[in-house]
Nanobody, 123 residues
């Protein structure tokens, strides 16, 4: 499975961006799709994830500002980011997991990763 993320760029604080991630390859109706980010000098963190049944989870600092959605037949995931803050500046990565026989905690990482897309928020 290959993941291709796009949509990053430079935006002013309080602005908005939409990130997209398209999965291709041997798709088996991916169970989890997620966005992670890594800011300079910091560890990678899980921003948000969405399961095939629509269940979502968000990092506390982005709740109310970011919205994840997915188009399951095409295994495309979107991240709408509103009211961006300078601290949201990071490389954002799309990731995904196939269905498994056990419950996966995305905070530990997923199987498939795309190349990151840089989001820079200026103050």
């Amino acid at each position: 499975v290959q993941l291709q993320a796009s949509g990053g760029g430079l935006v002013q604080a309080r602005g908005s961006l939409i990130l997209s991630c398209v999965a291709s390859g041997n798709l088996v109706s991916l169970e989890i799709m997620a966005w992670y980010r890594q800011a300079p000098g910091k560890q990678r963190e899980l921003v948000t994830d969405i399961r095939r049944d629509g269940t979502t989870n968000y990092l506390e600092s982005v709740k109310g500002r970011f919205t994840i959605s997915r188009n399951s037949p095409e295994d495309t995931v979107y991240l709408l980011m509103n009211n961006l803050k300078p601290e949201d500046t990071a490389v954002y990565y799309c990731a995904a997991d196939p269905p498994k026989s056990f419950v996966v905690d995305p905070s530990y990482g997923l199987d498939y990763w795309g190349k990151g897309t840089l989001v820079t928020v200026s103050s």
